[in-house]
């Protein structure tokens, strides 16, 4: 078993992402985690991510504030969660005046 208190988790920045900060909860230790990863991140008014893709499936669930799914036109509200495929183009933006967060679950890169 591995506890990670939330004041433990490490920054780090994601490519082709702005106005966003990322922790990572879970992931990249020793005695961590050995299929995936577990981040959460804080999109500020108007930040966003992508458009991009990654070869990898990840999940994204909303946890505060609201974002838009810029690609497919939908907004993830609070408790939503949406499944992004191996190479789906997607784009993330918070188009509200307050942060919005995400928790993210995505498997490790190919070695």
């Known amino acids: 078993m591995k506890v990670k208190r939330f004041s433990e988790a490490t920054r780090y920045a994601a490519p ?4 966003f900060m990322e922790l990572r ?3 990249f230790e020793p005695d961590g985690p050995k299929n995936q990863r577990v981040g959460i991140s804080h999109f500020h008014p ?13 999940v994204y669930v ?5 974002v838009s799914v810029v690609v497919d036109g939908f907004v993830l509200n609070p408790m939503d969660s949406w499944t992004v495929a191996p190479n789906e183009v997607r784009e993330i933006v918070n188009h509200q005046n307050h942060l919005a967060t995400t928790l993210v679950v995505m498997p490790y890169p190919p070695a």
Do not use: C, I, Y
Request: no cysteine; aromatic share 4%.
């Open 16 to 19: 082709n992402h702005r106005g």
């Open 46 to 58: 108007g930040g966003g991510a992508g458009p991009d893709s990654s070869p990898f499936e990840k």
């Open 62 to 66: 909303s946890l505060v504030g609201s």
């Open 25 to 27: 909860l879970q992931g």
